[in-house]
C-alpha cells in the first residue's frame, strides 16, 4: 500500500518561502516519478513540478519555473518542493502525486498518468 503524506504548508506573506515535503511509505521510491500539483477554490487541479526517479530531470510549470525547486531523497522516502519569491497567486492545496509503474514514460505534467497522491497541504500567500 502506497501513502504519500504533504506537510510544510502553511500562511506566508507575498514574497517569503516555504517548502514542502512529500514523505512516501513503500520500499520502491527510488523507482518512482514524482510530481507536485496544486488547486485553487473553484479551479483545475494544475501542475506544479515533476521529477524523474533518479532525480537527475525535472520539470516545471512556466509560472513557477525559477521560483520553485523539486528535489527527492530516495534514503528518506521524501520529495520536496522549495517555494521562493511566494505570490498571492501561488495560493493553493498543493498535493504530490506518484507514479509507481516504472515505465519509460516520464508523466510530467500528466496527472492522470500518476498512480497514488497525497491528501494535500494548504498554502496561503497573503499579507
Known amino acids: 500500500q502506497v501513502q504519500l503524506v504533504e506537510s510544510g504548508g502553511g500562511l506566508v506573506q507575498p514574497g517569503g518561502s516555504l517548502r514542502l515535503s512529500c514523505a512516501a511509505s513503500?520500499?520502491?521510491?527510488?523507482?518512482?516519478?514524482m510530481g507536485w500539483f496544486r488547486q485553487a477554490p473553484g479551479k483545475e487541479r494544475d501542475f506544479v513540478a515533476a521529477?524523474?526517479?533518479?532525480?537527475?530531470?525535472?520539470f516545471y510549470a512556466d509560472s513557477v519555473k525559477g521560483r520553485f525547486t523539486v528535489s527527492r531523497d530516495n534514503a528518506k522516502n521524501t520529495v520536496y518542493l522549495q517555494m521562493n519569491s511566494l505570490k498571492p497567486e501561488d495560493t493553493a492545496v498543493y498535493y504530490c502525486?506518484?507514479?509507481?509503474?516504472?515505465?519509460?514514460?516520464?508523466?510530467?505534467?500528466?496527472?492522470?498518468?500518476?498512480?497514488?497522491w497525497g491528501q494535500g497541504t494548504q498554502v496561503t500567500v497573503s499579507s
Open positions: 502525486a506518484a507514479d509507481v509503474k516504472r515505465g519509460s514514460k516520464w508523466p510530467g505534467a500528466n496527472g492522470y498518468e500518476y498512480d497514488y
Open positions: 513503500g520500499r520502491t521510491f527510488s523507482t518512482w516519478d
Open positions: 521529477i524523474r526517479r533518479s532525480g537527475d530531470n525535472t
